[in-house]
């Protein structure tokens, strides 16, 4: 089964989105709610034309790949609140994550893991793009 997710919400960890430049604080908030809300216009925004999404059992996805599941009907992640967030900008990249307690729903069965997730922000022109997502399942 394919797991598309590469999500975080900054609005559950306010002391990393302080340690995050504004505008990619904004569109860390705007790449999660477009993910809560299969809003794949804004993801295509925001995702690099040459992200890569290395999934938690190990297989990779393209853009392309990732915004399909987005399209998929009943295909929904679950709000959940990052835990042990962190971040390191610099200049014009950054890495963001943490650990979630992720559940979707996907062809019709909701499914749930631990995740150890780090987001690659690079900035192109005038705005961050997400370039590469590596989730890791953590151990029970």
């Known amino acids: 089964m394919k797991l ?11 002391a990393l989105a302080a340690e995050l430049p504004p505008d990619l604080a904004k569109a860390v908030r705007d790449y ?13 925004h925001l995702v690099a034309a040459d992200y890569m999404l290395v999934n938690s ?33 610099w200049g014009d990249g950054a890495v963001v994550g943490g ?17 150890r997730i780090a987001h690659v922000w690079a900035k192109r022109g005038d705005h961050w793009e997400a370039t590469y997502t590596q989730l890791t399942r953590v151990p029970k």
């Not at 999660?32 to 295509?44: K, R």
């Not at 650990?99 to 995740?115: A, E, P, Y």
């Open 57 to 89: 059992n190990s297989t990779l996805e393209n853009k392309q790949e990732f915004l399909a599941d987005f399209n998929l009907p009943g295909f929904r992640i679950d709000p959940y609140v990052l835990e042990q967030p962190m971040a390191r900008v």
């Open 99 to 115: 650990i979630v307690h992720l559940g979707w729903t996907q062809d019709g069965k909701h499914h749930s893991r631990v995740l």
């Open 32 to 44: 999660n709610e477009a993910q809560f809300h299969n809003d794949v216009a804004t993801l295509e």
């Open 4 to 14: 598309v997710t590469a999500v975080l919400v900054l609005s559950a960890a306010p």
